[in-house]
């Protein structure tokens, strides 16, 4: 039986909930915004894909490990800017599929999150 673990659990404007969760081969990253809300769109997206970084790194993965990331933004004006930093950060030859949508964020001064999902067959067992 494949057993589920979660960690980086803590509580958010009330919300109890795991950045990280792996089943398997499977682990994923929920949730992630940026730690200064003052920053504009390539520091808060800069920010995330550090904490993204540290996470895969402490999960045993790397980034070639990503199978999917999805990306809200709250508002597509910031389009250009977090692909700015996005393309500074990804392996150009060996990007994750990636969506993007924008929608209407919780807090006024959060402007993306992001959740990715990556996939690595050595942690299989």
């Keep these: ?21 792996k089943t398997g081969n499977w682990t994923h990253f929920i949730g992630l915004q940026p730690r200064n809300l003052a920053g504009d769109i390539k520091e808060q997206a800069a920010d995330v894909i550090q904490q993204l ?51 209407e964020l919780y807090r006024p001064d959060l402007l993306l999150e992001i959740v990715a999902v990556a996939y690595a067959e050595k942690d299989a067992a």
């Design 53 to 103: 970084d540290m996470l895969l790194a402490e999960s045993g993965l790397a980034q070639s490990d990503l199978f999917t990331v999805t990306i809200w933004l709250k508002d597509m004006r910031y389009f250009s800017g977090l692909n700015a930093v996005w393309n500074g950060w990804v392996d150009p030859a060996a990007p994750p599929a990636r969506t993007c949508v924008s929608g």
């Design 1 to 21: 039986m494949t057993q589920l673990t979660r960690s980086h659990a803590e509580t958010m404007d009330g919300a109890k909930r795991s950045l990280v969760a």
